[in-house]
């Protein structure tokens, strides 16, 4: 009897508390000064390791990558602008994600709960088709053992598990930190996390404030009023600012970038000269 | 009875099929996956209670509230702290990095004593007993010899108790050569001496500024108090400030600005000075602020009409008279000044060209303007006693010579000391005590100093890490880092308010080190007499409660204490005479036909605190590509020269050369080559040690003449195909 | 040589002969004895040899008596096994719980007197070995079970809190897990649902709670970050 009380406990509570939850990012590209914090903010907060050569940037792994880009003209017409790269999450047409799709160790997967595309490491058999297959080289694999110097795998994190050679890795949205908070809205009898109790280390780390993190299904969380995405359209978003990475490619990412530059925004995609941002058909899956 | 060969089949087949029945392959073959995906060798982190403890953080002058989150008793993550007056929850990848510091390969364990010879890195751990008394018998035995004021003390930028008690041990020991690394408060001595006639440092009210020209201010570059100033250009990004970036170079700074304006290296002064006779001639000044106007005004519309301006700087006619109105028709505008961090002094003439801009909108402490205030005075200790040995040591002249210029705009004009040691005048220094400096690596002409600090019998290096001075030491005594101890940390950095923070100790000392500022207590009372006298503290912790007095208490509570009731020393401004030299680059043209400028990034440390392995993992392979390290030039000049992307070539100054890679890039001038400053390390580790090429080796000091400081902002060079 | 040569064909043919005769009667069940040998003799290695050789075991520091503590405390394991402010679960108690009470010997027993001596006294943390530590690899919310599903700790803990001594913690020499994970029967079958702690049992139990979702894109239950990270 009691049994019977608890699970009908249990699925009440996910009937009414478990809202679909879409994460996303909104990064102000004006604002982006190119100064790498959120990189380094990634790093520190996810236990990514680091050799001594990190030149080889192919090899590099950075969960969040800062891109340079520049409008190609010459000096003194130049212009540059950059533009950090996290993971895109994309949900492509019901969670179908490039990657998601083409992994045969059901090692990447992506949550319809909270539209994060997660990676278990554990799971991972290093195959790399999920890395071929991701337009925005977001993936990365561990061709070495991670090795600390002595004494400075004090500062590791536990709720991150160090990746082992041989694994893919990515950026999870900081998803250990809305475990954390889910744990503090149980215990505080909460039925949702609140918008700034989770939050990834980069939007935290930001020191020019330009990465929103939130729901983007959540009309109250700042990512949504700025992204104002429309579910009718493939998620575009309808603020004229915002664009996101290769959108015709129908990927459907969640991570929404902004500028009032004509020459930038051309830069998320691959135009025809008669073509202009912003006008972009429908993306068909 | 007999085994054959059926029956042994047959108890294979039994062993095999009771095999399979047992849990031993299936349970062996699970247990071997997970062997395989969790190697026993992949670090475990262990779990714990999880807090969080504030401090701040003192790696570079910005002084930016953190919150270390700790598992236990470890350290796992630096965050910026909310609500901090600062950084409001912001920080900067270099504060990000601390436990990389705190925790690394480069820390100094303990007190060390060299054994091999000078720089073989052969060293004998010693006790700090031992330590102690090895300083202390030395300095007694140069004192004894009446040369006192042979001692010399190299201090890192910040201020606070430390740097001052480190000072007052030499005042008191008869020694006046105490100096500074280059810093922002350095470089703004000769403005405030220089142009305001006083002293005291310069904060800018930048938030409140709505019209921003930056000659060369890496304002996205780590100018200033860098988490403040991205977090200033982002207010100005929604409240459509003009920000306009003077600059060779399309640094961040440029490429955020809201305008670059592109201009003949060096020429700053000219377009200030231009600038601000087009402002005077439309009548959009405010005369008032200037003392000496109108002979000033008179020599300025003859000397600098726009056309001659726009011939030298190289910033077209139109656009120097857009930037007059603007900057003239702005209610608060604000002319920043100090090239990249802001470290290195400009000329006397580009100062007061730039402070004379802001002297004539009106904006000299005025909301969002430039504010001239007196320094933070909280260490207040009673006068050192001196004995005679001491008082002459005090007279005897300043190793540097500073002060005694007729200009006397600087305190401590160190680029002098590899010059004055190679040169043998005015007289040998006996000893050198260095903290949280790295003058082997970061003074210009690196090899010139360190060619002069092998000439000095005995020094002390008191670094918590590996650096290149450290590496030239006779003697270690290790410093805590700063997640380990208590200390003040005043901010000036370009703050208008007053800002004290505390740095408290998160973690216990992770090694064998002492609080430096405990080690010059414990060495002055190891002295006796006068010198131990001006250290009556038992301990530095009793020092700084003492020093701090009632902020004390708001200092543990809050960790920081500001006071926006500043006081302002002065409102005129005293122009430099308009045929003040101009501060050419070192080299000839016919020899060397480029122009070598360096630059800084915000990612790339350029400090006595080296950049950690996650900065240097952050730098684009456009900068380091293994071991080598890149010029940029523009693709013109490049290809004038031969040189394509990634060519590896000699780059030759009149003070050195090394093997560069070439990059082009568009964002600067043609006949300009760029090199990023705090690259080139040979101490450290080897996440940071060789890799690219330190400028100081290339680039030496150009005194201007009328301030004694240095002023280089460049120098000639030439590139050719390796 | 020669004769030599002849004397082996000749037991040569012999045991041939004999082979050749026993066919019918008794080489089948020599036969059978054998498999049986062969099978019984895996079977024994494979359910008894294996796991013998296949974990290893340590002895806690001291015994715990948990049944005592039990009758001592009025809120049941939470009294020592708590919630912390940020919603995380503590675990194994730290020394400075302990010491609340125990910073001198309360009773007689010569575990105490360990505890309270060579640690209390030296400040020491108890190197405690956690039966229930799951791999590095899993997350999972005390929270979410405790307080959310209101589940009470016997279910994944047995009845651990009714103990008198601490049995010797064992563990998997190949992957270094703790052998509650897998269970102690070594075919991996749980009659209870604490015996074993395996993702398929999470995913079991949730199952049966109905907390199953289909969030997982790959496998329509619950995605893999509820549960790994």
Redesign the interface.
């Known amino acids: 009897m009691k049994e019977q009380q608890h699970e009908a406990h249990v699925k009440g509570e996910q009937k009414q508390d478990r809202p679909v939850m879409r994460f996303g990012m909104a990064i102000d590209l004006d604002k982006c000064t190119g100064c790498g914090s959120c990189m380094v903010a990634c790093m520190s907060e996810n236990n990514v390791s680091f050799r001594e050569d990190e030149s080889n940037k192919q090899d590099s792994i950075t969960w969040i990558r800062v891109y340079e880009l520049t409008n190609g003209k010459s000096y003194p017409d130049t212009e540059v602008c950059y533009l950090p790269r996290p993971c895109q999450h994309c949900e492509g047409h019901d969670g179908h994600s490039p990657c998601v799709s083409v992994c045969p160790a059901t090692a990447t997967d992506y949550s319809r709960e909270t539209g994060i595309v997660s990676q278990i490491y554990t799971r991972c058999f290093g195959c790399r088709y999920c890395m071929a297959a991701c337009p925005y080289h977001a993936r990365y694999f561990n061709w070495w053992d991670p090795i600390w110097p002595e004494g400075m795998e004090k500062y590791l994190s536990p709720n991150v598990s160090p990746r082992m050679r041989g694994v893919v890795e990515k950026c999870s949205f900081c998803f250990h930190r809305y475990q954390s908070a889910k744990d503090k809205a149980y215990l505080n009898g909460e039925k949702r996390v609140a918008e700034e109790a989770y939050q990834t280390a980069c939007t935290q780390a930001c020191p020019a404030g330009a990465i929103v993190f939130g729901d983007l299904n959540n009309p109250e969380h700042k990512v949504h009023k700025i992204v104002q995405p429309d579910p009718h359209n493939g998620n575009k978003s309808k603020n004229p600012r915002a664009f996101r990475l290769l959108e015709r490619l129908g990927t459907n990412t969640k991570v929404y970038y902004m500028s009032d530059r004509e020459w930038v925004r051309r830069a998320g995609d691959n135009y025809l000269a008669h073509e202009e941002t912003g006008k972009i058909s429908k993306p068909h899956h | 009875m007999k085994v054959d060969r059926r029956s042994f089949l047959s108890f294979v087949i039994g062993g095999a099929a009771g095999t399979a029945l047992s849990p031993l392959p299936w349970k062996l073959m699970d247990d071997s996956s997970i062997w395989s995906q969790m190697w026993p060798w992949t670090p475990v982190p262990p779990d714990g209670e999880v807090i969080y403890e504030d401090t701040t953080c003192s790696l570079c002058p910005g002084g930016c509230g953190i919150s270390v989150r700790k598992v236990d008793n470890r350290a796992i993550k630096i965050e910026g702290k909310k609500g901090h007056p600062i950084n409001d929850g912001g920080i900067c990848l270099l504060g990000l990095s601390g436990l990389q510091l705190l925790y690394g390969p480069t820390r100094i364990k303990s007190p060390m004593k060299r054994m091999g010879e000078r720089g073989e890195g052969k060293w004998q751990k010693i006790s700090w007993k031992e330590a102690a008394t090895i300083l202390s018998e030395k300095l007694g035995e140069i004192r004894n010899k009446g040369e006192a004021h042979t001692v010399a003390a190299i201090s890192g930028a910040g201020g606070g108790t430390v740097p001052a008690l480190l000072q007052r041990l030499l005042t008191a020991y008869g020694s006046p050569n105490f100096m500074r690394m280059p810093s922002q408060s350095s470089a703004e001595e000769p403005v405030l001496k220089g142009v305001f006639d006083e002293e005291g440092r310069l904060g800018y009210d930048l938030e409140n500024a709505d019209y921003i020209l930056s000659f060369g201010s890496g304002i996205l570059d780590g100018w200033g108090s860098p988490v403040r100033m991205f977090r200033a250009n982002s207010q100005w990004k929604d409240n459509k400030v003009p920000v306009i970036q003077i600059e060779t170079r399309l640094s961040n700074s440029a490429a955020q600005s809201s305008r670059w304006v592109a201009i003949n290296p060096g020429t700053e002064a000219d377009l200030a000075l231009g600038i601000a006779a087009v402002m005077i001639s439309k009548k959009m000044v405010r005369s008032g602020n200037i003392s000496g106007f109108r002979g000033w005004k008179r020599e300025l519309l003859a000397g600098y009409p726009a056309e001659k301006v726009s011939e030298t700087t190289g910033v077209p006619v139109d656009v120097i008279v857009e930037l007059a109105k603007g900057f003239g028709s702005a209610k608060r505008p604000l002319a920043l000044y100090g090239r990249g961090k802001g470290v290195t002094a400009g000329s006397l003439r580009e100062i007061s060209a730039i402070t004379a801009l802001n002297a004539l909108s009106g904006n000299i402490n005025e909301e969002g303007g430039l504010w001239a205030v007196s320094q933070a005075d909280y260490i207040r200790w009673p006068k050192v006693d001196t004995d005679k040995i001491a008082s002459a040591g005090l007279s005897q002249p300043r190793y540097d010579g500073a002060g005694e210029d007729s200009s006397g705009l600087a305190q401590s004009l160190i680029h002098r000391i590899a010059g004055n040691i190679n040169g043998e005048e005015p007289y040998q220094l006996q000893a050198l005590l260095v903290a949280g400096a790295n003058p082997c690596h970061d003074l210009p002409d690196s090899q010139g100093v360190n060619a002069a600090l092998s000439k000095i019998p005995f020094i002390v290096s008191f670094s918590s890490f590996n650096d290149e001075t450290a590496a030239m030491a006779d003697l270690l005594m290790p410093d805590h880092v700063y997640l380990e101890k208590y200390e003040d940390v005043p901010v000036c950095a370009g703050l208008v308010k007053q800002v004290v923070g505390l740095s408290k100790p998160v973690v216990s000392p992770q090694f064998n080190t002492h609080h430096l500022g405990e080690t010059l207590i414990t060495t002055a009372k190891m002295m006796g007499d006068t010198i131990a006298g001006a250290f009556p503290w038992e301990d530095y912790e009793t020092c700084l409660k003492e020093t701090l007095g009632n902020k004390w208490d708001s200092l543990m509570e809050t960790g920081v204490w500001e006071d926006s009731d500043v006081n302002t020393v002065a409102k005129k401004v005293k122009p430099a005479p308009l045929d003040t030299k101009i501060v050419t680059a070192e080299g000839d043209v016919n020899s060397f036909p480029l122009l070598l400028v360096p630059y800084d990034t915000i990612r790339i440390s350029s400090s006595y605190i080296g950049s950690t392995p996650f900065m240097v993992k952050t730098v684009a392979d456009t900068i380091i590509k293994g071991k080598d390290g890149f010029v940029e030039i523009n693709p013109q000049t490049a290809e004038a020269n031969g040189l394509k992307e990634g060519t590896i070539a000699t780059l030759t100054t009149p003070r050195g050369g090394a093997r560069v890679r070439i990059h082009l890039v568009h964002g600067i001038q043609p006949g300009v080559i760029a090199m990023v400053r705090g690259l080139g390390h040979t101490a450290y580790d080897g996440y940071l040690a060789d890799k690219g090429v330190n400028i100081n080796d290339l680039i030496g000091p150009v005194e201007d003449p009328s301030s004694g400081l240095d002023a280089a902002w460049g120098i000639r060079a030439k590139l050719d195909k390796a | 040589m020669g004769t030599l040569d002849e004397k082996a064909k000749d037991v040569m043919d012999d045991g041939v002969a004999h082979?050749g005769r026993d066919k019918d009667t008794g080489?089948g069940g020599?036969?059978?004895?054998?498999?049986?040998?062969?099978?019984?003799?895996?079977?024994v290695?494979?359910?008894v040899v294996?796991?013998k050789l296949?974990y290893s075991q340590k002895q806690q520091p001291f015994n715990f008596n948990h049944a005592l503590h039990m009758e001592e405390v009025d809120n049941g394991c939470e009294s020592c096994h708590s919630?912390?402010?940020?919603?995380?679960f503590?675990?194994i108690p730290?020394l400075a719980q302990c010491t609340d009470c125990h910073e001198e010997t309360m009773g007689e027993s010569e575990d105490e007197a360990i505890f309270v001596e060579q640690y209390v006294w030296k400040e020491r943390e108890v190197p405690w070995l956690s039966y229930s530590r799951q791999?590095?690899?899993v997350?999972f919310?005390?929270?979410?079970h405790v307080?959310?599903?209101?589940?009470d700790c016997i279910t994944c803990h047995g009845h651990h809190g009714e103990t008198e001594t601490t049995r010797p913690y064992e563990y998997?020499r190949?992957?270094?897990?703790s052998r509650d994970i897998?269970g102690h029967n070594?075919?991996?079958i749980a009659k209870n649902t604490w015996d074993t702690m395996k993702m398929d049992d999470c995913a079991q139990c949730h199952k049966?709670?109905?907390?199953n979702?289909?969030?997982?894109?790959?496998?329509e239950r619950d995605?893999?970050?509820?549960c790994?990270?």
Request: proline residues 3%; glycine residues 12%.
């Open positions: 082979t080489a020599l036969i059978i004895l054998f498999f049986i040998i062969g099978f019984a003799g895996s079977m290695l494979g359910w294996f796991p296949l919630f912390r402010e940020d919603g995380s503590t675990g730290k791999p590095d690899c997350f919310s005390h929270a979410a307080i959310g599903a209101e589940m998997n190949i992957t270094s897990y897998w070594i075919s991996g049966k709670a109905g907390v979702r289909t969030s997982s894109v790959q496998t995605a893999c970050f509820v790994h990270k």
